[in-house]
């Protein structure tokens, strides 16, 4: 099993629709969780951390389930420039121990 | 965004040549981190450094080798390239809580090397 497993889409959702991923994670000591996204061809960005209690920036929510051992992003009222590669990030114990998830690719459709 | 810049953008190289790959921060950030980004898989730590002259291997190290100097330059040379380096090539930084106000392990990435090796 992965460390770090992410459904690669793409997934394929028209303008002002809501969207959900999710990332499932095997180390139950992972401490850090973060989302990013990443254009084609472009570096990866931060999008926002993962905390227990849940977190909102904007239309964005991201949310960590650590008896699942998940965690979620939730995009709402999706726009065309939403239309990226969404990575999870799960930090499992110091700098080393980072795992980057393979990324679920979403395409917002005018 | 952070001040972080890659060089080369883009390189061609022969097999069994001699790579160096130079990523530079302006943000004074004491982490730095080198990661390869393939098909398939998710970026993957080759090495990290957590001050001047001091660097660990991540889960990619054979092959390559880092070196930091100063606070605002880290270094990945591939001694002796192949194929299987064929790849982009990112460097990331982070810095310590308290000091920005995030959490550390925050990481902010330059605008990669593409790196191909025949």
């Not at chain 1, 990013?36 to 999008?47: A, G, I, S, T, V």
């Not at chain 2, 889960?59 to 100063?70: I, L, M, N, P, T």
Request: glycine share 8%.
């Amino acid at each position: 099993r992965k460390e770090v497993e992410q459904d690669p889409g793409p997934f394929n959702v028209p303008e002002g629709a809501t969207v959900a991923f999710n990332c499932t994670y095997s180390n139950s000591a992972s401490q850090s969780f973060f989302w990013y996204r990443q254009d084609c061809r472009k570096e990866p960005k931060l999008l926002m951390s993962v905390y227990s209690s849940g977190n909102e920036d904007g239309r964005f929510t991201a949310q960590l389930n650590r008896a699942s051992q998940y965690i979620s992003l939730l995009i709402r009222d999706s726009k065309l420039s939403d239309s990226a590669t969404y990575l999870c990030v799960v930090f499992s114990g110091g700098y080393q121990k980072v795992t980057f998830g393979t990324g679920t690719k979403l395409q917002v459709i005018p | 965004d952070a001040g972080i810049t890659q060089s080369p953008r883009h390189k061609v190289t022969e097999t069994g040549t001699p790579v160096t790959l130079r990523c530079h921060q302006t943000e004074n950030h004491r982490y730095m981190y080198w990661y390869r980004q393939d098909p398939g898989h998710g970026l993957r730590l080759i090495h990290y450094s957590y001050g001047v002259k001091d660097t660990d291997k991540g889960e990619v190290s054979d092959g390559y080798s880092v070196s930091r100097s100063k606070t605002e330059d880290f270094l990945l040379t591939l001694e002796s390239a192949t194929s299987s380096q064929t790849s982009v090539y990112f460097c990331a930084i982070s810095d310590r809580p308290g000091t920005s106000g995030g959490s550390s392990y925050e990481q902010y990435f330059g605008p990669g090397t593409r790196l191909t090796v025949t």
